[in-house]
């Protein structure tokens, strides 16, 4: 039986660290190469295959099955891999480009290069794009296909998310031609592994449901343990603040509520229909790191470069975060002017001194081409599409009852555009010039008011509620990450501090300032929650679906997860604020870079919003088990008696790290269900997978302190608890912006 734990746990480390070295060197050699010589080599699938055998005649000779629940994951675990090897047998995943023009129904596929025969012919019916109401955004791509089995004939639709399937075949839209008269369909033939997968889990997600139930179980075992009711938990962490510039002049801008009733207009911006001052705070985020200016409104200031042009050219706003090319505008500073990218040479930073930067540099240089960029497009008008229009149209753009078009100051005009409103999208903003120049600014606004009614009049099937448009303002005013991320993080060592010292102590946390404290925490949880639920209706979609919606969301799960534990665990409250605080300083950096834009078609479905929000849950109870760990280990140093405090936090930890594992594993499966319905392939190897699967493996350890008894000694698990943690940061943040792949959009 030594041998069989020896051999199965040390396969797992192996198969650990083979997964590790497969992200690093896939970053060096790509994917293709990985999958074929890593993932796909006879010495991974051998691993797979003596951890399956050594894993089952371990469980055997230790009798599991007479612990049902138990043996039944285990059991899941093992159909799964089981099912993984069905389908690199037997399995193929190719694709077939199709056209409605054909003369004869295709009877071949394509798998790696190589052709492959259908038993059926197939045929495109049509191809038809379905878009966001009132923009060119894709909801859904369509395709309708068409059988021809013998003397049977059959049809089928194919979009994002709708599978077609026979004869074992699954067909997935993939990708389409630019005429809208062919489209490519992925391909799948895997007859028995994906049923026998599936089963797996399924397995899973039930062993996982029973195991809590169950009277013998070690975590039913854990919530009974007699130190429990004395129980607390804490956390430290620090980081820093922020500085801020304050510059003398303040150049030219409209009066406050006069720039307040630009913003009031809608736009087409981000492939979606907008309150103008959406894209006044995006621009000046963008251009200078905040969404004020010397106490001026972002409606201000992008006011203030279309029609003061040449006050706002002279203005230090334009952040350069790259010292080459700070280097190269000649600045002494972060800020530079927009007169500073050009001289009596021309541009500075062309085409011919792109080609001597450095690739390390290459970023902060397409960063400040991309900043001066975008204000010769909001002074040129370009940027400014505020007038919609509705004609008749036959691409496949259209949209039922014709196609909606929105234009900018700039545009080329269609010629059929009735003449009236041909002069008043040429003249309306050249007359409101004219009154910002006299000063009069109330005729500004009544102008105002009249291309707003005008945009009503010509697209109002198309906007945006009125409850959703000042939902959008009101998330423009309050999305800002920086204030409530610093506060929490303050607040969070300030409790830290606090509930020390009542363990130290060996006092019970109770009194004003716990209620503070507690008080405090639940007013963040209702501020997170408003966010993400204001970010919601604004994007349209369940926001999950970049790094920053993501994060926020992470918040918002680690104070609703600290308010849940605090009665049982006091200390948790300074877990929640910590935690969200960290999280709230990751999101700032999608504010840097704000989008908020209609979803991508594939990301259209509840399997990814059961998937990030089982994802965020999980590794939130992952950081309450490693600051729980961190404070066993602070104590430790500080507190020569604190045997007992140590098992306390230990016992704690391991009845949070058994709902953290089988989440996390929920999510990786929900997650692949999701890309088995999308692409048609449920595990891809992309770096973020596989650290999801590293991690997991990683605290799966910890689950098993019969078999592995240092976990068994407090010490050892806390210090375990806060190296293992670095998995998780390398998932989500190592991943993002280091190794790349699918998933670094999240």
């Known amino acids: 039986m030594k041998l069989l734990k020896s051999l199965s746990f040390g396969l797992t480390g192996v198969l650990v660290l083979f997964m590790v070295a497969a992200t690093l060197l896939e970053k060096q050699y790509g994917t293709p190469w990985v999958v074929r010589y890593m993932y796909g080599s006879p010495f991974f699938i051998a691993c797979w295959g003596g951890l399956a055998l050594s894993a089952a005649a371990y469980l055997y000779c230790r009798k599991t099955y007479r612990q049902p629940f138990t043996f039944l994951l285990h059991l899941s675990f093992l159909v799964i891999l089981a099912g993984a090897l069905i389908t690199h047998i037997f399995g193929q995943q190719g694709s077939v480009h199709l056209r409605q023009d054909a003369d004869e129904p295709v009877r071949e596929f394509t798998v790696q290069g190589k052709t492959q025969q259908f038993p059926f012919g197939l045929s495109l019916e049509k191809f038809s794009l379905e878009y966001y109401p009132g923009t060119s955004a894709p ?20 979009s994002m998310n709708h599978i077609y399937r026979y004869r074992n075949y699954r067909f997935y839209q993939s990708k389409y031609d630019s005429d809208g008269k062919g489209t490519t369909l992925s391909v799948a033939y895997d007859p028995w592994g994906i049923a026998v997968t599936y089963t797996g889990y399924g397995l899973l997600l039930l062993s996982m449901c029973l195991f809590f139930f169950g009277k013998h179980s070690q975590f039913r075992q854990l919530l009974r343990y007699p130190l429990l009711r004395s129980a607390a938990v804490c956390t430290i962490l620090l980081l820093s603040s922020s500085g801020c510039m304050q510059a003398k002049a303040t150049p030219r801008a409209l009066p406050r509520e006069t720039a307040a009733k630009f913003g009031e207009l809608y736009i087409y911006y981000n492939d979606r229909i907008c309150p103008l001052q959406t894209l006044a705070k995006d621009f000046t985020v963008k251009l200078y790191g905040a969404s004020s200016y010397k106490g001026l409104t972002a409606e201000q200031v992008l ?206 946390a109770s009194g004003r300032v716990h209620t503070l404290f507690l008080s405090l925490l639940g007013a963040l949880s209702v501020y997170l929650c408003f966010m993400v639920t204001l970010r919601g209706i604004v994007s349209g979609h369940v926001p999950m679906s970049n790094g920053h919606e993501t994060m926020q969301l992470l918040a918002a799960c680690s104070a609703l997860l600290a308010l ?18 960290l999280a709230l300083l990751v999101s700032m950096l999608g504010e840097s870079n704000p989008q908020v834009t209609q979803l991508m078609p594939v990301l259209s479905s509840p399997l990814l919003s059961f998937h990030v929000v089982v994802i965020m849950i999980a590794y939130s109870l992952l950081a309450f088990v490693m600051f729980n760990g961190l404070t066993a280990v602070l104590l430790y140093y500080f507190r020569k008696d604190c045997a007992l405090e140590a098992e306390r936090l230990h016992i704690i930890s391991r009845i949070i790290l058994y709902p953290a594992v089988f989440l996390l594993a929920a999510g990786i499966f929900i997650g692949a269900v999701w890309a088995n319905v999308s692409w048609g392939r449920y595990w891809g190897w992309d770096p973020k997978e596989v650290w999801a699967l590293i991690t997991m493996i990683v605290y799966a350890f910890a689950l098993h302190p019969s078999s592995l008894p240092c976990f068994r000694r407090p010490m050892f698990f806390h210090i375990f608890s806060i190296i293992a943690f670095f998995s998780v940061l390398i998932t989500y943040f190592g991943v993002n912006f280091l190794l790349g792949g699918m998933h670094s959009y999240a």
């Open 139 to 158: 909801m859904d791509f369509v395709s309708d296909i068409i059988v021809k089995d013998g003397a049977e004939t059959y049809g089928g639709r194919v």
């Open 303 to 508: 006011t203030g470069w279309f029609f003061y042009y040449d006050s706002w050219k002279e203005e230090p706003c334009v952040l350069v975060k790259s010292k080459e090319v700070q280097r190269l505008l000649g600045i002494g500073g972060k800020y530079a002017r927009l007169v500073d990218f050009a001289d009596i040479n021309g541009y500075k930073l062309d085409e011919e001194v792109q080609n001597k930067i450095e690739m390390k540099d290459m970023h902060g240089f397409e960063e400040a081409n991309e900043k001066f960029s975008l204000i010769s497009m909001v002074a040129a008008g370009s940027i400014w599409k505020i007038y919609p229009y509705i004609s008749a149209g036959d691409s496949i753009h259209t949209t039922p009852g014709g196609q909606i078009v929105w234009y900018s100051l700039t545009d080329r005009l269609p010629h059929e555009m009735p003449e009236d409103l041909w002069i008043f999208i040429r003249n309306s903003m050249n007359y409101v010039a004219e009154q910002v120049a006299r000063g009069d600014f109330r005729e500004v606004g009544l102008l105002l008011d009249k291309i707003r009614k005008y945009q009503v009049r010509e697209a109002g099937d198309f906007l945006p509620s009125g409850f959703r448009f000042k939902a959008e303002k009101c998330y423009n005013r309050l999305n800002n990450s920086r204030p409530p991320a610093i506060v929490s993080i303050l607040l969070g060592i300030a409790a830290f501090v606090f509930y020390c010292r009542c363990m130290i102590a060996g006092k019970r």
């Open 564 to 581: 849940f534990f605090y009665r049982r665990i006091s200390v948790a409250v300074s877990f929640g604020f910590l935690f969200s605080g």
